[in-house]
């Protein structure tokens, strides 16, 4: 096979029967491959853990790191078209794909989502707003930068981060002192002004081989310790605000001629502005209440979408929200009282299998539908509240 990467106009279709390849093994890749089966696909996972919860339920596994070009070359071929659950995945290792197969995304589309300062300078570059922020290369870098956007703001590492992992907020100059530590000679991190926003979303967003778009919706999320902690998809008539979360996404996906699913995190301010935080080429955690509440969920679409077909019908049939269910509800290794959400009828749990719970950790969630979104989010807000256990300090 030459090695010229395929062109768009040589996207071909993969039908129902065919095999689809994905990169990485997490839960995403999990639920995907769930929808993938549905349609009568077989999915070949390449995955650095065996363990990981979608080598359970692919057709087939490779074992496999990153920089493993031949594994990589063998994987692409036995595949009619590869995509991926997590964008670190370094550029050498798509470029081998894309000469051997399709792939969606493309590297345009990960190298932008890969890096902080690329993909704020991408979108300041097409006029979306991004929460003011400087390249930090030096400690004085950072007092300076600090002394421009002042307190509070938030240090981040300009790779690698992911639910919250590699941040932190800065309050006052004891904390810049300690953030002077962490800036050594070495490496790269971005400090942004902090956004005492109204209220946080996404789009979750679609494209097709021929660039044909769908989206779910605008789903309003809530964070804890800068985790996805809530999402509410309230189905309901979208203002302006919204309308332009919409537009900005649909813009994104045309602009990295895209294939597949993309989601676009928003801050949105007390003055009704709208900032671009980040993009995930790929599903998202705030999709997972499409499951419920479309007709077709982030992963039905992301699966049609890589493969060429139709995108069908995206339309909402309900309101519903989604919990995280994190490992922080493992106390002392025991599993959370699973028969507290007994109570909650029309909770639905999802667990992904992880053998070991840790803090921080994504282990499952739980989702719930209803016709009045705010009975959703208090549903969902109480069953997993149910499920905390208190920590057991032994005798007084
Ligand atoms: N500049 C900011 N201002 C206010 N909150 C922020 C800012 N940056 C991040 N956060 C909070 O932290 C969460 C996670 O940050 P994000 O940049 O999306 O990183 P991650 O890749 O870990 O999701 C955001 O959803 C938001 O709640
Ligand atoms: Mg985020």
New binding site residues.
């Given amino acids: 096979m030459s090695d010229i990467p395929l062109e768009a106009s040589m996207r071909k279709t993969v039908l129902p029967g065919g095999r689809i390849g994905i990169l990485g093994g997490g839960q995403l890749g999990m639920m995907f491959i769930e929808s993938a089966q549905k349609m009568g696909y077989r999915v070949h996972v390449f995955s650095p853990d065996a363990d990981a919860p979608a080598c359970k339920l692919a057709d087939r596994v490779t074992v496999g790191l990153f920089d493993d070009v031949e594994a990589l070359k063998t994987f692409a071929r036995s595949v009619e078209v590869v995509t991926l659950e997590f964008e670190n995945i370094p550029r050498q290792a798509v470029e081998v794909l894309e000469h051997h197969t399709q792939m969606y995304p493309g590297p345009n589309a990960l190298i932008t989502s890969q890096n902080?300062i690329e993909e704020k300078t991408f979108f300041q570059k097409r006029g979306y707003s991004v929460?003011p922020f400087e390249v930090i290369k030096t400690p004085d870098d950072l007092t300076q930068a600090v002394h421009r956007l002042g307190y509070p703001s938030?240090l981040?590492t300009t790779t690698m981060?992911?639910?919250?992992?590699?941040?932190q907020v800065l309050f006052s100059s004891d904390d810049l002192s300690t953030a002077l530590n962490i800036v050594g000679p070495e490496g790269e991190w971005i400090l942004?002004?902090?956004?005492d926003?109204e209220a946080?979303c996404s789009v979750v967003a679609v494209r097709g081989h021929d660039g044909s778009m769908a989206h779910l919706g605008v789903f309003q999320?809530f964070?804890e310790k800068?985790?996805?902690d809530v999402t509410v998809s309230a189905g309901a008539e979208m203002d302006d605000v919204e309308k332009g979360a919409i537009e900005t996404t649909f813009g994104l996906l045309k602009e990295l001629d895209m294939v597949g699913i993309v989601c676009l995190?928003f801050?949105i301010t007390k003055d009704k502005q709208l900032l671009v935080?980040?993009m995930a080429p790929r599903p998202h955690n705030s999709g997972h209440i499409s499951m419920e509440t479309h007709r077709s969920s982030q992963f039905d679409l992301h699966v049609r979408a890589v493969c060429g077909l139709p995108l069908g019908d995206t339309s909402q049939v309900t309101p519903g929200a989604m919990a995280n269910i994190m490992g922080d509800l493992w106390v002392d290794g025991q599993e959370p009282d699973w028969r507290q959400l007994d109570a909650f009828p029309g909770v639905k749990l999802y667990l992904y299998g992880k053998a070991e719970a840790r803090p921080g950790r994504k282990m499952g969630h739980i989702s719930v539908i209803h016709e009045d979104p705010f009975v959703c989010l208090e549903t969902i807000r109480a069953a997993r509240k149910a499920l905390i256990r208190v920590k057991n300090y032994g005798p007084c």
């Fill in positions: 902080r929460p938030v981040k981060g992911y639910d919250g992992k590699g941040q942004e002004k902090f956004i926003f946080e999320n964070h800068n985790i996805l995190e801050f935080n980040e």
